[in-house]
C-alpha cells in the first residue's frame, strides 16, 4: 500500500490535489481512496488531504500517519508545520519552492524535490495572478517523483476532475513534470566529499 499526505492551505486546493491523484492512480491500475483532515474552514488556514492506493482492494480506514510520500503546496508551511512528520526512509517530500534555498531542513533519509509550481500555474492562468491555485501543477510534478502513473493518466485525471479547465491544468503539469528537481541526498552528498577528499 502506498500512502500519500498533501499539506496546503485553505483555497489551495489540497483536497482537489488528492482527488486529481487518486483518479491518475486508478487510471495507473490502482484501488484508490482519498479523505481530507480539516481545521477550521477558511481561507489560508492549513489543511490536509490524504489518499491511499493499492493493487488490492483498500480495507484500512485510519488517519495516515507515516505517508510514503509528501506533497506541500505552500512553501511556508514547511516552516511552520510538521511536513515531515511520520516520513518514511524510502518515501519522497515534492515541494511547491521558487528554489532549493533553505530547504535543507527538510533533508533526511527520503528524497526531496522540487519545482516553483507557483511561478508555472500564474503562467498558465491557473487561479488569479495574484493568487495562482497550484494544486493541480504539484500533481504533474508528483508523478515525476514517484513515477506512480504517467502524464497520460493525470491529462485523464484532469478531463474528469476539472473538466472546464483541463487544457491548462493539462499544460500547467506537463511544465512542472519536466521541471521537477530533486536536492542531493545528504548521504550521497557526504559520500561524494569522501571520494573526491580521498581521490587527491
Given amino acids: 500500500m502506498i500512502e500519500i499526505r498533501i499539506h496546503g492551505r485553505g483555497g489551495q486546493g489540497a483536497v482537489i490535489a488528492s482527488t486529481v491523484i487518486a483518479h491518475a492512480s486508478h487510471h495507473a491500475g490502482y484501488r484508490v481512496q482519498v479523505f481530507p483532515e480539516f481545521g477550521v474552514e477558511r481561507r489560508g488556514v492549513p489543511v490536509t488531504a490524504f489518499a491511499r492506493l493499492d493493487r488490492s482492494p483498500i480495507?484500512?480506514?485510519t488517519k495516515i500517519t507515516?505517508?510514503?510520500h509528501?506533497?506541500?503546496?505552500?512553501?511556508?508551511?514547511?516552516?511552520?508545520?510538521?511536513?515531515?512528520?511520520?516520513?518514511?526512509?524510502d518515501g519522497c517530500i515534492v515541494m511547491n519552492s521558487p528554489s532549493d534555498e533553505g530547504l535543507e531542513s527538510l533533508q533526511g533519509p527520503w528524497r526531496l524535490a522540487w519545482v516553483d509550481a507557483t511561478e508555472i500555474a500564474a503562467r498558465h492562468g491557473i487561479g488569479t495572478a495574484s493568487a495562482p491555485i497550484v494544486n493541480t501543477t504539484m500533481v504533474g510534478a508528483f508523478a515525476a517523483a514517484t513515477g506512480l502513473f504517467r502524464m497520460?493518466?493525470?491529462e485523464a485525471a484532469?478531463?474528469?476532475v476539472l473538466p472546464a479547465g483541463a487544457e491548462a491544468n493539462a499544460a500547467a503539469a506537463l511544465?512542472?513534470?519536466?521541471a521537477l528537481r530533486v536536492m542531493p541526498s545528504p548521504v550521497t552528498g557526504a559520500l561524494q566529499a569522501l571520494f573526491e577528499g580521498g581521490a587527491r
Avoid at 511544465?175 to 519536466?178: G, I, N, Q
Fill in 70 to 89: 509528501v506533497v506541500v503546496l505552500d512553501p511556508a508551511l514547511a516552516r511552520h508545520s510538521p511536513v515531515t512528520d511520520g516520513m518514511r526512509e
Fill in 158 to 160: 484532469l478531463r474528469e
Fill in 175 to 178: 511544465e512542472a513534470f519536466e
Fill in 152 to 154: 497520460e493518466h493525470v
Fill in 66 to 68: 507515516n505517508p510514503d
Fill in 59 to 61: 480495507l484500512l480506514r
